[in-house]
């Protein structure tokens, strides 16, 4: 089983910081890694697949990358909306345990 | 257009059974790995279980392997998820995926 580690659990950060969560797994997956964003009371949303795509209609101020084993996201210029808990998952398999980004 | 839709959601008493349906559009059922993820009331999302594309190899979370039974047919573009000795650690929304695609959820509510 591949097993994802995210770091870190909790991120303070504040409106225009530029913020990287990271993702670790046990084993190479690359590319099969996605990225999704929620809110709470809502369902999890996609944001990134296969590492790096962006899905459609989603900001372009959220980008992903890595290979192997090692997979990042990143916000450049976090606005309000974007306060939430992201999670990464393997393709049909485990998640990362989330991180929450939240306001300084 | 990836679109997954699940129906079979509902309030089920504690020992309970009910199943979960999916049916798949917009690329080659067949030729993909499927599963079924939940998410429990403030908690993370949960692998459940995944399927191969011929249904011969299948993967469980130890909490449900024993109880719940993952299934496809290929000739309906369908995945399914039987689950029985339902308890109310099980209420949650059940998402059926592809990859990173998943459907809108369907909730089930284990109660008495």
């Known amino acids: 089983d591949v097993r994802l580690t995210q770091s870190p659990s909790t991120l303070s950060a504040s409106v225009g910081d530029r913020v990287t969560i990271t993702c670790r797994a046990s084993?190479?997956?690359?590319?099969?890694l996605a990225w999704f964003q929620q809110k709470p009371g809502k369902a999890p949303e996609l944001l990134i697949y296969?590492?790096?795509k962006l899905k459609s209609g989603v900001p372009s101020r959220f980008s992903g990358s890595g290979s192997g084993a090692e997979f990042s996201l990143t916000i450049s210029g976090l606005q309000p909306d974007d306060f939430a808990t992201y999670y990464c998952?393997?393709?049909?398999?485990?998640f990362g345990g989330g991180t929450k980004v939240e306001i300084k | 257009e990836v679109q997954l839709v699940e129906s079979g959601g509902g309030l089920v008493q504690p020992g309970g059974s009910q199943r979960l349906s999916c049916e798949a559009s917009?690329?080659?059922?067949?030729?993909?790995?499927m599963s079924w993820v939940r998410q429990a009331p403030g908690k993370g999302p949960e692998l459940v279980a995944n399927i191969n594309q011929d249904g011969g190899e299948k993967n469980y979370v130890d909490s449900v392997r024993g109880r719940f039974t993952i299934s496809r047919d290929n000739a309906k573009n369908s995945l399914y998820l039987q689950m029985n000795s339902l308890r109310a650690e099980d209420t949650a929304v059940y998402y059926c995926a592809c990859g990173a695609f998943w459907g809108q959820g369907a909730l089930i509510t284990v109660s008495s």
């Open positions: 998952q393997h393709y049909n398999s485990y």
């Open positions: 296969d590492t790096s």
């Open positions: 084993q190479s997956i690359s590319p099969w």
């Open positions: 917009g690329f080659t059922f067949s030729r993909e790995w």
